[in-house]
C-alpha cells in the first residue's frame, strides 16, 4: 500500500513541476504560444530575398552611374 501511494506522490510531483516549468502555453492554454512554423520558401517566392536582390541591383546601378 505504501508503495501505491508513493508512486501516486511520485506522479503527482512530476505532473505538478511539468505544468510549472514545462513549455509554455498560449492564454488560452490550448496551443502553444509560438507560432506555427511556416514551411520554407523557394529564394525567388520569398518577399525579404527579393527586396533585398532589389536594393542589391538598386545600389549596384546607382555606383556606376555615379
Known sequence: MIYALA???ALTVTVLM???F???R???GDGPATAPRRAPLAP???????RR???Q???KKN???G
Open 7 to 9: 508512486a501516486i506522490g
Open 18 to 20: 511539468w505544468r510549472a
Open 22 to 24: 514545462g513549455p509554455v
Open 26 to 28: 498560449d492564454a488560452a
Open 44 to 50: 525567388d517566392d520569398d518577399p525579404d530575398f527579393l
Open 53 to 55: 536582390l532589389a536594393e
Open 57 to 59: 541591383q538598386r545600389d
Open 63 to 65: 555606383d556606376e552611374q
